[in-house]
């Protein structure tokens, strides 16, 4: 095949890519089918929730009959070692005086093996679902993780405390237990929120509904998966505009420490909700960081030393350089085009939408990896190759100057610190290449 035609239709290819990876959904990316529309979904209660207190005088008066002989409490346990273990755990414990019951329910059940795990999690449709253990085999292998346990019982009259009880019946049932997981919006710890925001008719909302002022999703993710660097580079690339906004004490109980603390501390129509707190088991592992590291000095260390040791090689080992370019542009572009279809096509929208990262990592990126071989020829090749590297320099530029405009900025400062740097030096690179062979840009 001539070598004009190879480079056309290599171009081509890259274009049919990226033209797929913008309007085809992850599953079928995967090989799944998507399902049906008219299919029931297979994540969402079946059956209409139980009235809440106040509705039925003669269900309430049933309620506080049967919830004057129960316990509830809030189990929260401290992060483990796995990743998705780090963010802690929580439980609702109703403990019945008549029967001996003791059972500890919580929302946090998943399986690797379902099927179609992976597009479920990509398109963010994962399936989860609620499930009750014996509250002390439950603690047990908690305590065996050498996880922290806090309980604390909560202040409910008897009608509170027997119409939680039907909910967590009512959600405990085959029909009625699954639910689709999001990392912050609807997870564990936000089902037992809503839980008692449900029993307290809507008073535990407005009590939560203020600012702390510095918390955010990004910030959050990154201070507990700080000590996982390739989690943690990944969160920053992964998360947009929306996950960097100050978060309310509501939106913080995403994670089940923030949860307990308010609970504890915030009076509900004043109204102490915690009436005894004990922690039963105390971790002997070091704790999580306070707050979120600040990487972005070692991430331009990194970027500058990457872009100078390119830069360098391009003289003493060029081929060296053009297989390090078309890796780079090829992995560039392959995380914009995930970038953009999670923003705009999967349920992961409201916080990795609007991602400025897609100024440094853009689908863009895969043109650049076809046609970085030819940077310095002198045809129309050359021409684009250089042209490309041009461009995506300084589009990403541009994007590190957005970061700082108030109404824009995103705090992924630390991605475009490892990557401006390594674009601008394959540029230089291609523009000095352009020059020794005479070419024009």
Known sequence: MPFRSWARRTVAAMSAIVGALCVVPFPLLLGQSMPAQAALPDNVAQTPRPPAPGESPALDSARAAMGAALTISIYTYGPGPAVFEKFGHIAIGI???RTGEDVAYNWGMFDFDQPNFLGRFLTGDTRYWMAGYRTFEFNTAYQAQDRTIRKQVLNLTPVQRGALYDLVAWNASEQNRYYRYDYYNNNCSTRVRDALDWVLRGALRPALDSTTGYRSWRGETARITAQNLPVYAGIQVAL???ADRHLTRWEEAFLPE???EYLAAVPVEGVTLVQ?????????GAPLDDHAPNRIMPALALGLALGVALFVLARVAPAVVTVTGVVWYAVGGVLGAALLLAGTITKHGPYMGNNLNLMALSPLLLFAAALW?????TDRRGRA????ALLTAGIALVGLVLMHVPGIWQQSMMVYMVVVPVHAALALIATRAARDSGATT
């Open 95 to 97: 403990a019945d005086a």
């Open 240 to 242: 947009g505009r929306g």
């Open 258 to 260: 923030y949860l307990a």
């Open 276 to 284: 005894q707190d004990t922690v039963l088991y105390r971790a002997q």
């Open 373 to 377: 071989p030819w940077r310095g020829a």
């Open 385 to 388: 190759a250089r042209a490309l």
